[in-house]
């Protein structure tokens, strides 16, 4: 079941109704909901959904061109996958989505970035010359907040100026969160949410079903549940590697 989100939603359906090119960037910490948000957004109609993979440039290239060429764009007719990206990206065009916006996704794009830096110069050379005169509407999601922020969005990087829509989601407002709890007493809820906060993934490791106290111990205390390990989960994604320079520890 989906919950909340609708500030998110009315922000995409309003970036999805207005006439000819849009370049959204979605963008926020990890677990705050961003794919669910998007998949949600997506529903009814045609698109291209693609997840980035901590892959290599090449296999991910292949992966995406897949994603187009099921779409029985006319490159389908002669070829397996394209050879570069810029080819790639300029198919979008080609989407067969008659009178509706050709709508494409790519979550977690840094992962698409990080072993082909070149690829926010391609797309905006793109969007530049053809794909913003058209109906289209390609949205940007990422984890990395630090990427999005200073090495996408930034003054000076490809990117910058050309997003027509930039969308921080944060964490799910405390009326919100609670609706994951329907049957808990007003005073569990807060409690929940002292513990849980607003992030979606959290909340919904809760059983409803269960009381407050079976859920702390067997969804927070048990070791192997998904929240006992999550702070250093969060602290291996969200930090880098530190290494020895000189005597002393500086950050890659």
């Known amino acids: 079941m989906f919950i909340g989100r609708e500030a998110e ?3 995409l359906e309003s970036q999805y109704r207005l006439t000819g090119g849009k370049l959204v960037v979605l963008y926020g910490r990890r677990r705050v909901g961003k794919t669910e948000t998007l998949r949600q957004f997506c529903k009814g109609k045609p698109h291209v959904y693609f997840a980035c993979q901590e892959s290599p440039d090449r296999m991910q290239l292949r992966a995406f061109s897949q994603k187009l060429l099921k779409e029985k764009i006319q490159a389908s007719a002669y070829i397996q996958e394209f050879d570069e990206w810029e080819k790639a990206f300029r198919a979008i065009l080609e989407l067969p989505y008659k009178d509706q916006k050709k709508l494409v996704v790519i979550d977690e794009f840094p992962y698409m970035c990080r072993n082909n ?12 010359e053809v794909l913003k005169d058209f109906d289209v509407m390609i949205v940007l999601c990422g984890s990395a907040m630090s990427f999005i922020e200073k090495d996408l969005l930034a003054e000076k990087n490809p990117l910058y100026g050309r997003a027509t829509g930039i969308y921080k989601m944060t964490e799910m407002g405390f009326y919100d969160a609670i609706r994951f709890f329907p049957d808990y007493s007003n005073e569990d809820k807060i409690l929940a949410y002292s513990i849980l906060g607003g992030v979606p993934h959290y909340l919904r490791q809760f059983d409803s079903n269960l009381s407050l106290t079976k859920n702390i111990k067997q969804n927070i205390l048990m070791k192997g549940c998904t929240l006992y390990s999550e702070v250093d989960f969060l602290l291996k994604q969200e930090l880098r590697e530190t290494a020895v320079c000189d005597g002393q520890y500086t950050v890659k």
């Open 117 to 128: 830096p070149g690829i926010p110069s391609i797309l905006q050379n793109l969007w530049d």
């Open 9 to 11: 939603l009315q922000f």
